[in-house]
């Protein structure tokens, strides 16, 4: 297979065949990639140029290295995924992993905003999943995500869904989470919503409405996470 020179660089064009690849399930979670010098013969270009386009994905934690070893694709386990992904923190405290509460699970037409934020055409089936999330005995979150069942099949017949909604999706489906999309909102809280969280109808909260993108760069889950802000803060990290 030769790349062609006309219209990327050479690395961009190795980055996006390894990422067309992975999205087909040609390697999956888990599994080692050639080496680079395999990968550059087989595409016709430099190890450096694998190389570029090798370390670019290991940045961005689709690709992981093993000293010794070689370059194998990440995993979301229920730790890393979790650790990477939750923002949520009690104010000055360390990450920590939510205990999760699944309160229903069912299917329905998605309504056309819903079906606008996961790039679907409109009335599409969704699994809407409701859950409490508890940091340390105290539910902190309580949290509405739809999934496509064009992309979940029988999503919302699961009987037990693990902690980590990423690392089932990888597992069950084939499906790598790489990057979320987070607009955070202040809102009032109704009473269906307090009582989950033991507070009180009509106080404020913080909602953080998220997009969860695979690595084919799709919308595969929405949600809305609604959380007190006495308790708990939203915090990220940037280098």
């Known amino acids: 297979m030769t790349l062609?020179?006309?219209?990327?660089?050479?690395?961009?064009q190795v980055y996006d065949e390894i990422v067309k690849r992975l999205s087909e399930g040609y390697w999956k979670a888990g599994d080692s990639l050639p080496s680079e010098f395999g990968l550059a013969d087989e595409l016709g270009v430099s190890?450096?140029?694998?190389?570029k386009a090798l370390n670019q994905l290991v940045d961005e934690n689709i690709l992981?290295?093993?000293q010794g070893k070689g370059t194998y694709v990440s995993e979301h386990n229920n730790e890393n995924s979790l650790y990477r992904f939750f923002r949520y923190k009690e104010h000055g405290g360390e990450s920590v992993i939510p205990e999760t509460e699944v309160v229903s699970l069912t299917s329905r037409q998605a309504s056309a905003r819903e079906a606008k934020k996961l790039r679907l055409t409109e009335n599409?089936?969704?699994a809407e999943m409701v859950r409490v999330r508890s940091i340390k005995g105290r539910p902190a979150i309580y949290e509405m995500v739809l999934q496509p069942l064009s992309i979940f099949p029988g999503i919302d017949e699961v009987d037990e869904i693990p902690n980590s909604l990423?690392?089932?999706y990888q597992s069950k489906y084939g499906i790598s989470v790489v990057e979320v999309r987070d607009e955070l909102h202040a809102v009032i809280l109704d009473e269906k919503v307090a009582n989950h969280l033991e507070l009180n109808?009509?106080?404020?909260?913080?909602m953080t409405e998220r997009s969860s993108i695979?690595?084919?760069?799709?919308v595969v889950e929405w949600s809305q996470a609604y959380c007190s802000t006495?308790?708990?803060v939203y915090s990220v990290s940037l280098k």
């Open 201 to 206: 109808a009509g106080e404020a909260a913080l």
């Open 124 to 126: 599409l089936m969704v």
């Open 4 to 12: 062609s020179t006309k219209y990327q660089p050479l690395y961009q």
């Open 214 to 218: 695979n690595i084919d760069g799709r």
């Open 64 to 66: 992981r290295r093993r």
């Open 166 to 168: 990423y690392g089932y």
């Open 47 to 51: 190890q450096g140029t694998v190389r």
């Open 230 to 232: 006495e308790k708990f």
